[in-house]
T-cell receptor, first 112, second 108 residues
Framework: SQTIHQWPATLVQPVGSPLSLECTVE??????LYWYRQAAGRGLQLLFY??????ISSEVPQNLSASRPQDRQFILSSKKLLLSDSGFYLC???????????FGNGTRLTVT | RKEVEQDPGPFNVPEGATVAFNCTYS??????FFWYRQDCRKEPKLLMS???SGNEDGRFTAQLNRASQYISLLIRDSKLSDSATYLC?????????FGAGTILRVKS
């Protein structure tokens, strides 16, 4: 069966510090991969998605970036965090087409 | 107009009640539709996919109305454990867009 791993679960970082969140999927090949952010009390905002290695689509211009160095690995990065980057970051995968998304457990990021 | 809209609620209902949520979408080319459940401070979990002919899973019934561009979720015989935020998700191409969610509180 397929599983998705996301880490860390919680993170507290100072403003201006770098960020790297990692997500890996097991049990499937060539998944579509996604990064969402959920601000407190808000809906899910799509940040990036990828349909293949090295292919990244950005949905919202911001100081975040994403990379997909391997088929089942998706990384979210920032060079300098802002207070507004605080939120619940969720990685997700699906097989593509009209299939549903499956989420990792999420990373709760607090920028202080 | 937002791509996907939901009534934020909260819907406060007694145990055993029937409750229904709607979710409207703006893109008529949308191809697939889903309902997710999200518990407080947790990741969303797939509740059910929504098929053109409508589908049922136990106490939950989902329906799609393409003409009016909305999907619905009906929960019968509400349980305390149904208390959560219910998110609709609409897919077109590679993107899946979520509504902001509807809060359901079931009370004894």
């Amino acid at each position: 069966s397929q599983t998705i791993h996301q880490w860390p679960a919680t993170l507290v970082q100072p403003v201006g510090s770098p960020l790297s969140l990692e997500c890996t999927v097991e049990g499937t090949s060539n998944p579509n991969l996604y990064w969402y952010r959920q601000a407190a009390g808000r809906g899910l905002q799509l940040l990036f998605y990828s349909v293949g290695i090295g292919q990244i689509s950005s949905e919202v211009p911001q100081n975040l970036s994403a990379s997909r160095p391997q088929d089942r690995q998706f990384i979210l990065s920032s060079k300098k965090l802002l207070l507004s980057d605080s939120g619940f970051y969720l990685c997700a995968w699906r097989t593509g087409g009209n299939s549903p998304l499956h989420f990792g457990n999420g990373t709760r990021l607090t920028v202080t | 107009r937002k791509e996907v809209e939901q009534d934020p609620g909260p819907f406060n209902v007694p145990e055993g009640a029937t409750v229904a949520f709607n979710c409207t979408y703006s893109n008529s080319a949308s191809q697939s539709f889903f309902w997710y459940r999200q518990d407080c401070r947790k990741e969303p979990k797939l509740l059910m996919s929504v098929y053109s002919s409508g589908n049922e899973d136990g106490r939950f019934t989902a329906q799609l109305n393409r003409a009016s561009q909305y999907i619905s979720l009906l929960i019968r015989d509400s349980k305390l454990s149904d208390s959560a935020t219910y998110l609709c998700a609409i897919s077109g191409g590679n993107k899946l867009v979520f509504g902001a969610g509807t809060i359901l509180r079931v009370k004894s």
